[in-house]
Nanobody, 126 residues
Framework: VQLVESGGGLVQPGGSLRLSCAAS????????MSWHRQAPGKERELVAA????????NYADSVKGRFTISRDNGKNTVYLHMNALKPEDTAVYYC????????????????????WGQGTQVTVSS
């Protein structure tokens, strides 16, 4: 199983970035996908999630209206479009593929399968 993030970098406040996560080694369409982030000295937090096949999404309050998660099941790729970036968005962003136990809501914290990428740095600074 591999999840490879790309698209991170340095951007000025108010700018935009698009993160990509290319997945391989598992049946992408059977997994929900999410992006998490971890800033220095803070715990990892959920940023956005999308179910399989992609009709439902969920966002952290701090990014609602600014970030959009999407997926292309034909390309086994999930994206995070980030607009109106703020310095507090600075963090390492991680891609996550997951399945919840049968009978659980896709938003549940319970995991039957849980795969993570290595992360990509996003720095928002002038």
């Amino acid at each position: 199983v591999q999840l490879v993030e790309s698209g991170g970098g340095l951007v000025q406040p108010g700018g935009s970035l698009r993160l990509s996560c290319a997945a391989s080694g598992f049946t992408f369409g059977n997994f929900a996908m999410s992006w998490h982030r971890q800033a220095p000295g803070k715990e990892r937090e959920l940023v956005a999630a999308i179910d399989n096949p992609g009709g439902n999404t969920n966002y952290a309050d701090s990014v609602k209206g600014r970030f959009t998660i999407s997926r292309d099941n034909g390309k086994n790729t999930v994206y995070l479009h980030m607009n109106a970036l703020k310095p507090e968005d600075t963090a390492v962003y991680y891609c996550n593929a997951f399945r919840v136990p049968r009978g659980s809501s896709w938003l549940s914290d319970r995991r039957a399968y849980d795969y993570w990428g290595q992360g990509t740095q996003v720095t928002v600074s002038s």
